[in-house]
Every structure is written in C-alpha cells, then in structure tokens.
C-alpha cells in the first residue's frame, strides 16, 4: 500500500449501495448486503494499516426500521455473524469497538454480542471502530439533549465542547472524511453535528465493489483538499 501524506484522524462511511448491486446481478439484496459486509471487513483491515485512528461505518439508519422485517432480519443475522467470526481479529489487531444509535432497540441477543465486543476490546489501544446501528443524528441529538437536561447542567456551562460529550461519540475527534458510495449526495441523518467541517466525499461505486484501492483514492482527494474552516487561505496571506 502506497500513501503518503496526511491520514485523516477520523473516517466516517456511509456504506450505500448493496441493494442496488444485488439487483443488477439478479440476486436477492441480502446477497448484496453480505457482500458488502465483506467490504467493511476489508477497509476496517486497511484503516488500520494507514494508522487511521477512528473509523465509523454507518450500518443501519433509524429509518431503515421501516424496511420489510425479512432485511432487516437478515441484517440484524449478518451483524451477528461478522461480529461473532471478527471479535478475535479486532482483539488482536488492537481495535477498540464501539456501537453508537439506540442499541437497546436490537434484538436482545445482538445487544449481548456487542457488550461483550465493547467490553473485551475496551482496553485497547489502537484504532477506534466505531459501528452506528439504529442510529440517526437527529435522534442522537435530541437523545444528547435530554441527558443534558437530566443532569442539571447550567445553560452558562454549555459549551460546544460539554455538548461533545453527551453525544454517543464522546471522545471522538470530528470527522475529517465522510465518504458516501453508491452515487446518492446526500447525509441521510449521519453524524449531523459531527460532521459540521468534514470533508465530503462521494463516489458511484457501490459499497459491494469499494476495493482498498477505491478507499486510497477517496483519501487521496483528501489530501488535496485545503480546509480552511472559515479562515482564509494561508497562500492567498502571503506578500
Ligand atoms: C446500504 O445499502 C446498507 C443499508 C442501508 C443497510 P442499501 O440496502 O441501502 O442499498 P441500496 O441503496 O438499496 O442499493
Ligand atoms: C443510509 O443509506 C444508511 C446506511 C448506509 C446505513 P440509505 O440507503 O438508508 O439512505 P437513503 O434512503 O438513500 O437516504
Ligand atoms: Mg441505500
């Protein structure tokens, strides 16, 4: 693998297209959602190796509950099965996995999974996995607001920063890189705070074929981009 120059800190990917790429092969979607499963597993691989120090996939959206019941089944049994057959990997690959979005909404046996892949990675040290499952930014926001509320906090002690931390992802640094495959341009309720200065990028392929090279590219563009957070540029500065 051939990159040089600045690692984003934190990646996040809205992993979008499995669907579509199971319908143009004429197999049924769930063919294209374990295909697509297979592609987390090898971009969690090389998140690693580019020493990446947070990565969030965006697995399942509060709204897609409203899919038929036969998907989501099928989805909630993908997540059991990668996170059963990965859990030593990521252990020995020095992950620290973490689920964000109303977990206690999982079926009650996927909960216990997850537990206990939080618990025994707890004490790593490397990168950050963070997966959002029944997750939506709108809703971790109101969510973050309520517990706010609940533990009494002046309205003089918040700041952006006290607010950081009732979110699902406190700790976390902001994502630096959203990318979202599939061609859709769109957030679709993902890291809607968060994401207020990440750099955005989109792509048609379809998560299924989003190879390592396709990711190298995504953070290629990256590093060509100048962010410059409202301020103005430091060459346009210049004598
Ligand atoms: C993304 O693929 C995975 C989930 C949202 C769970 P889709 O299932 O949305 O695939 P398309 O967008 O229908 O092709
Ligand atoms: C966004 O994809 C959610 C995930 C990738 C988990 P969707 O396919 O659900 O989003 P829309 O419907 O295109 O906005
Ligand atoms: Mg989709």
């Known amino acids: 693998m051939l990159l040089t120059g600045r690692i984003p800190r934190h990646v996040g990917i809205i992993m979008d297209g499995n669907g579509r790429w199971a319908e143009v ?79 206690w909404k999982l079926p009650e046996h996927i909960q216990v999974i997850i537990r206990e892949a939080e618990g025994k990675t707890a004490s790593n040290k490397g990168m950050r996995l963070v997966i959002a499952i029944s997750y939506s930014g709108r809703n971790e ?22 607010f950081n931390s009732y979110l699902d992802t406190a700790g976390l640094p902001a994502p630096d890189l959203i990318i979202r495959t599939s061609g859709e341009m769109r957030i679709s309720n993902f890291l809607l705070w968060q994401g207020a200065y990440s750099e955005l990028y989109f792509t048609d392929t379809l998560w299924p074929d989003f190879t390592e090279d396709e990711f190298l590219l995504a953070i290629q563009d990256y590093q060509r981009r100048e962010r410059r957070f409202g301020a103005i540029s430091v060459r346009a500065d210049a004598p």
């Open 141 to 162: 926001i109101l969510r973050a607001v309520k517990k706010m509320l609940y533990s009494g906090i002046r309205p003089e002690e918040l700041t952006e920063e006290a």
């Open 25 to 103: 092969r004429g197999l049924p979607r769930i063919e294209g959602h374990r295909r697509g499963a297979e592609r987390s597993k090898e971009i969690i691989e090389v998140s690693v190796e580019l020493g990446i120090k947070a990565l969030t996939l965006y697995a399942f959206s509060i709204e897609n509950w409203q899919r038929p019941s036969s998907e989501v089944m099928t989805l909630m049994k993908l997540l059991e099965f990668y996170l059963n057959k990965e859990l030593d990997r990521l252990i020995k690959k020095d992950v620290v996995f973490k689920a964000i979005g109303e977990i």
